[in-house]
Nanobody
Framework: QLQASGGGLVQPGGSLRLSCVAS????????MGWFRQAPGKERELVAS????????YYKESVKGRFTISRDNTKNTVYLQMNSLKPEDTAVYYC??????????????WGQGTLVTVSS
């Protein structure tokens, strides 16, 4: 089970940190990712981190603004989002997968947390 939190309403240029706590799975062997889905759009992978934390992937549009990290001692993955833009508005989902770093159909999905960027 993956439990995401940290979403909310933020003004453009602001920051949010999302958290996702895993239970019932061996967290340290899974690559972890954050997806998002905006209204009327497909769900997309925003960022992912390897099981060891040594490798990361970022969607081009969030590079330099978002940072994914994980703490295997706390079974938690984070997404620090800075310089937020209205186009970042979406429901954000965490996910776990044992395959490659860039994955589309993960082994586990968390519930979503809504991020709204608006003035």
């Amino acid at each position: 089970q993956l439990q995401a939190s940290g979403g909310g309403l933020v003004q453009p240029g602001g920051s949010l940190r999302l958290s996702c706590v895993a239970s019932g799975l061996t967290f340290s062997i899974y690559n972890m990712g954050w997806f998002r889905q905006a209204p009327g759009k497909e769900r997309e992978l925003v960022a992912s981190v390897s099981w060891s934390g040594g490798s990361r992937y970022y969607k081009e549009s969030v590079k330099g603004r978002f940072t994914i990290s994980r703490d295997n001692t706390k079974n938690t993955v984070y997404l620090q989002m800075n310089s937020l833009k209205p186009e970042d508005t979406a429901v954000y989902y965490c996910a776990a997968d044992r395959g490659g770093l860039v994955f589309t159909i993960p082994d586990y999905w968390g519930q979503g947390t809504l991020v709204t960027v608006s003035s």
